[in-house]
T-cell receptor
Framework: DTGVSQDPRHKITKRGQNVTFRCDPISEHNRLYWYRQTLGQGPEFLTYFQNEAQLEKSRLLSDRFSAERPKGSFSTLEIQRTEQGDSAMYLCASSLEHRETQYFGPGTRLLVL | AQRVTQPEKLLSVFKGAPVELKCNYSYSGSPELFWYVQYSRQRLQLLLRHISRESIKGFTADLNKGETSFHLKKPFAQEEDSAMYYC???????????FGKGTRLHILP
């Protein structure tokens, strides 16, 4: 197992388009997290899952954002009608259980033109 | 409000000199404190957490509840310590991590 993987690594899109990112956690990790990082800032929490259940969503996650983890394994994060302010690095992390170490993926860098 | 403050954006230290990266936090309750590190072209990774009380790569951090601080220290800097360092916390009841803005540590030869 090579750790958390994310796809794509880079995405350039035009304003108004929809984009979807995928995260594959470390196998057997029950918890999966999404964070967003903009230039000069630390990562900001977006949402997290325990298996397939979405347990918490940040108010940063507007109605245009939706995340799923349908079978409790990989997760997708979709952004509808992208805006330039959505340009950021989107990070995924996973942990074995509650309060365990979160392992981060390499991130997906989104640029909205 | 839950907040992590790292007052220094950039810290330059000569090789062999002591390092101290400052971190202060605001949280109502008993948080868990972390330091994460990101080396050039690598992913974010956990350096240490206060409950483990470990020394990782020569770094230590002591939680001072009175001053709400969790400064990261190393007695003798090495060139491979150059990286971005993030102080972070999580609450007792949830797993989301709140990060500071980070401090870039640059070790001068």
């Amino acid at each position: 197992d090579t750790g958390v993987s994310q796809d794509p690594r880079h995405k350039i899109t035009k304003r108004g388009q929809n984009v979807t990112f995928r995260c594959d956690p470390i196998s057997e990790h029950n918890r999966l997290y999404w964070y967003r990082q903009t230039l000069g800032q630390g990562p900001e929490f977006l949402t997290y899952f325990q298996n397939e259940a979405q347990l918490e969503k940040s108010r940063l996650l507007s109605d245009r954002f939706s995340a799923e983890r349908p079978k409790g394994s990989f997760s997708t994060l979709e952004i509808q009608r992208t805006e330039q302010g959505d340009s950021a690095m989107y990070l995924c992390a996973s942990s074995l259980e509650h309060r365990e170490t979160q392992y981060f993926g390499p991130g997906t860098r989104l640029l909205v033109l | 409000a839950q907040r992590v403050t790292q007052p220094e954006k950039l810290l330059s230290v000569f090789k062999g000199a002591p390092v101290e990266l400052k971190c202060n936090y605001s949280y109502s309750g008993s948080p868990e404190l972390f330091w994460y590190v990101q080396y050039s072209r690598q992913r974010l990774q956990l350096l240490l957490r206060h409950i483990s009380r470990e020394s990782i790569k020569g770094f230590t951090a002591d939680l001072n509840k009175g001053e709400t601080s969790f400064h990261l220290k190393k007695p003798f800097a090495q060139e491979e310590d150059s990286a971005m360092y993030y102080c972070a916390l999580s609450g007792s009841r949830d797993d989301k991590i709140i990060f500071g803005k980070g401090t870039r540590l640059h070790i001068l030869p």
